[in-house]
T-cell receptor, first 118, second 114 residues
């Protein structure tokens, strides 16, 4: 079974509008972290936002917020006030078994290509 | 700007050859991970090095190997290249004592095997 599922291969959004990118995950580990990364065409993965499994509140970072629904195992990314520079691939990722110096394997979904229309 | 740099940016190799990809991490980041990203896919974890020792490995064969050096640089070596090794290779570094710190990625090396 896929550990990270992103069901939207591509999304379009009008500039200045909000958009939600979906992510569901599968784990039996009670301690895990969820990440969203942005990958422009240049290839670099840019960290956007993080949500820990024990965090009580949804994470927010500027125009990015994470809609964390633990019981449904979903961690959707919400981008408010979309900008042309937001056009990129977006990846949801999970790290299980949070610890300090242990393996930091991130499991990624297949990504969603977001296109912002002027 | 993440402070993680990779070289070269692009590389073309012939099937059966060997290749070395390089990564320079941020100072103080003693954990480095390597990922392979095939076209149209998300990155897949290859392995991780912590204080110059491998301490985690994904589902990749032994012909994928690595080295980490005290100066926060690291290498990914791939022997006996196959056509399916064509991909974007990403390295990511972090300060491992911060248990939930994000990983900072380089811009990647795009490897083409012909």
């Amino acid at each position: 079974a896929q550990k990270i599922t992103q069901t939207q291969p591509g999304m379009f959004v009008q500039e200045k509008e909000a958009v939600t990118l979906d992510c569901t995950y599968d784990t039996s580990d009670p301690s895990y972290g969820l990440f969203w990364y942005k990958q422009p065409s240049s290839g670099e993965m840019i960290f956007l936002i993080y949500q820990g499994s024990y965090d009580q509140q949804n994470a927010t970072e500027g125009r990015y917020s994470l809609n964390f629904q633990k019981a449904r195992k979903s961690a959707n990314l919400v981008i408010s006030a979309s900008q042309l520079g937001d056009s990129a691939m977006y990846f949801c990722a999970m790290r299980e078994g949070l610890s300090g110096a242990g393996s930091y394997q991130l499991t990624f979904g297949k990504g969603t290509k977001l296109s912002v229309i002027p | 700007e993440t402070g993680v740099t990779q070289s070269p940016t692009h590389l073309i190799k012939t099937r059966g050859q060997q290749v070395t990809l390089r990564c320079s991490s941020q100072s103080g980041h003693n954990t480095v991970s390597w990922y392979q990203q095939a076209l149209g896919q998300g990155p897949q974890f290859i392995f991780q090095y912590y204080r110059e020792e491998e301490n985690g490995r994904g589902n990749f064969p032994p012909r994928f190997s690595g080295l980490q050096f005290p100066n926060y640089s690291s290498e990914l070596n791939v022997n006996a290249l196959e056509l399916d090794d064509s991909a974007l290779y990403l390295c990511a570094s972090r300060e491992s004592y911060q248990g939930i710190s994000e990983a900072f990625f380089g811009q990647g090396t795009r490897l083409t095997v012909v």
